[in-house]
C-alpha cells in the first residue's frame, strides 16, 4: 500500500469542476469491487497511471517528483510539470506504485499514458541537462522515451505489456503551432509496447502498424464519445476504418481493436454521459467485430431498434436523432 503524505493535502481545496466537488480516490477494496463486477460481465479493466505527464496530483502530494520547482513547494496549477525523470527517487516511486498496481489488476497490460508531456518543464532543470549529457540524449522527446522504454522493461519483466497513447511512439503527433507539439525522438520505442493511436495523420498510423507494433484506434476525429453528434454524428462513428489504407499484407494483425473514449469528469452524473455514449458506442462496436465489405450504414440504422428496447429496458437514456 502506498503511504500517501496527508499532510500535504490539508492546505489544498476540494477540487470544484461545474461547481460540483471534484475528485477523490479508490481504496484496494474499491479496485477489487470494480475488476469483479467487470470481469462476471467478461470485461477487462486496464489501469491507466500517467507519466512523465498528467501527474501534477502526484507533485503536489510528493513535491520532490516534480522537475519544475525546487523539491518543497506546491506547484502551482498552471505551471508546466513533468517526472523529474533524472532522479532515480523518481523511478522507485513509480515502480513502487506499479508493483501496486500489478496485484491489483488481472489484465497484463498497464497504460502509462505518455501524452501531452510539459516538456518546458525539464528546461531549467539542472540534473535534467547533466543526465541528458551522460547518456548522449539529443532532445526531450529523446529524454522522453528514453524514460518511456526504462519504465516498459520494468512492466515487461513483471509479466505485463506496457500500453500508452501515440507519443510513446515518440513522433510529433500535432502540428508545429500547439503547444504539445515536439521534436521526433532519435530512439526506438521497445517493441513489445502496445501503441494507442489517437492523434497524427493517417501516415502515421500506417508506420507504426509496418514497424510491427500492436495498436489500439482511438483518433480523436471518429472515436471520442466525449464529443456531441454535430462533430462526431452517428453515421461518421460507423465511418470508423481502424485498418490503415493500401496497409502491407499481414499487418492488420497488429490492429488489436478501437477503444471509443469518454471523459467523465465532463459528465458527472450518469444520466449526462449516457446518450452521448449511446447509439455510438453500438457503432463502434459493429465496426471493431465487422469487415470493412459487411458494413453497411442503413442495415445499422434500421436494426438499432432491436438495442433500443433492450436500452429502455435498462433505463438507459441514448441519442436518438438519426442523422
Known sequence: MINWNATVWE???????????????????????????????????????????????????????????????????NKPEALNVADEKVYQFMEDVLKEVMELFPSKIIHIGGDEVQQEAW??????????????????????LDFINRISKFISQNGFRMMGWNEIYGKNVR??????????????LNKEAIV???????ELLKEVVEEGYDVVYSAIAYTYTTFNYEKIPLSK???????PADLAPGMEKHILGIESPMWSENSIRTIGFYPVVF??????????????????????????????????AKGILYYDNID
Open 196 to 202: 494507442q493511436f489517437w492523434m497524427g495523420k493517417p
Open 123 to 144: 528546461q531549467n532543470n539542472k540534473s535534467i541537462e547533466t543526465y541528458m549529457k551522460s547518456n548522449s540524449i539529443k532532445n526531450y522527446t529523446d529524454l522522453q
Open 175 to 188: 502540428d508545429n503551432e500547439n503547444d504539445y507539439a515536439v521534436e521526433d525522438s532519435n530512439l526506438k
Open 279 to 312: 447509439p455510438r458506442i453500438a457503432a463502434y462496436a459493429e465496426v471493431g467485430w465487422t469487415q470493412n465489405n459487411n458494413k453497411s450504414y442503413e442495415r445499422f440504422t434500421n436494426s438499432l431498434w432491436v438495442l433500443k428496447k433492450h436500452w429502455d
Open 11 to 77: 492546505d489544498i481545496p476540494p477540487a470544484v469542476y461545474h461547481d460540483k466537488p471534484y475528485g477523490g480516490f479508490y481504496t484496494q477494496n474499491d479496485i477489487k469491487e470494480i475488476v469483479d463486477y467487470a470481469s462476471k460481465r467478461h470485461i477487462t479493466v486496464i489501469p491507466e497511471i500517467e507519466m512523465p505527464g498528467h501527474i501534477k496530483a502526484a507533485v503536489k502530494a510528493y513535491p520532490w517528483l516534480g522537475a519544475n520547482n525546487n523539491g518543497t513547494e506546491i506547484p502551482v496549477n
Open 237 to 243: 462513428a460507423y465511418s470508423t476504418n481502424p485498418v
